[in-house]
């Protein structure tokens, strides 16, 4: 089975940065996809941003110019650099990656949320 870390969020104030990763562990073979996802307040969970094999990365709309996403499949690991936050990215962050195990075809796996908080 694969499970998936996260860690780097927090509180911040609106101007400042944040590093999301998201470590995952287990029998993995090969990475197709990697992506972070949002969930604010009253909404429903949204694509921030992705990694593939196969495509440009990807950011929504409202992140881009100011998130990076990154990745490091010889760790297993995603990143999120968030720069010039404001209010409205105050969201629980998930990763989603979506991985080939030595049991498994492709399937997609999440982590628990990390709690982005952005003080005006």
């Known amino acids: 089975q694969v499970q998936l870390v996260e860690s780097g969020g927090g509180l911040v104030q609106a101007g400042g940065s944040l590093r999301l990763s998201c470590a995952a562990s287990?029998?993995?073979?090969?990475?197709?996809?990697m992506r972070w996802y949002r969930q604010r307040p009253g909404n429903r969970r949204e694509l921030v941003a992705s990694?593939?094999?196969?495509?440009?990365?990807y950011y929504d709309d409202s992140v881009k110019g100011r998130f990076t996403i990154s990745g490091d499949t010889a760790k297993n690991t995603v990143y999120l650099q968030m720069n010039n936050l404001g209010p409205e990215d105050t969201a629980v962050y998930y990763c989603?990656?979506?991985?080939?195990?030595?049991?498994?075809?492709?399937?997609?796996?999440w982590g628990q949320g990390t709690q982005v908080t952005v003080s005006s």
């Open positions: 990694l593939t094999t196969v495509a440009a990365p």
């Open positions: 287990g029998s993995i073979r090969s990475t197709y996809a």
């Open positions: 989603n990656q979506e991985v080939k195990t030595s049991l498994l075809p492709l399937h997609n796996y």
